[in-house]
């Protein structure tokens, strides 16, 4: 397994979702990149992209704008987001 480093991890939020969306607090004024990981299938809205879908436990590393926030919502079942802000 190859082991790919975006930055350095920095603050983390866990964002719970269900059959009713999670909405994150904004990223820092500084952050330009995050990782997201879902525990379950999710369903991600992230600026204009809407219903980016997100495979549970497979991180994934989007760029972001400083006080950004997103959505998430489940596919099928419940879970949670964890969003790594990255340095």
């Known amino acids: ?3 790919v480093s975006h930055g350095r991890p920095g603050k983390t ?3 719970a979702y269900s059959g009713t969306p999670g909405t ?3 990223v820092g004024s500084m952050t330009n ?3 997201l990981v ?3 299938a999710a369903l991600v809205t992230l600026g204009d992209a809407t219903n980016l879908y997100l495979a549970p436990n497979w991180p994934e590393v989007f760029l972001v704008s400083g006080g ?3 959505t998430v919502a ?3 079942a419940g879970g949670n987001l964890y969003l790594t802000e990255l340095e």
Do not use: D, E, N
């Open 33 to 35: 990149r995050i990782r």
């Open 38 to 40: 879902a525990t379950t």
């Open 24 to 26: 994150s607090a904004a």
């Open 1 to 3: 397994m190859t082991i």
């Open 13 to 15: 939020q866990v964002i």
């Open 74 to 76: 489940q596919v099928s």
């Open 68 to 70: 950004q926030s997103l």
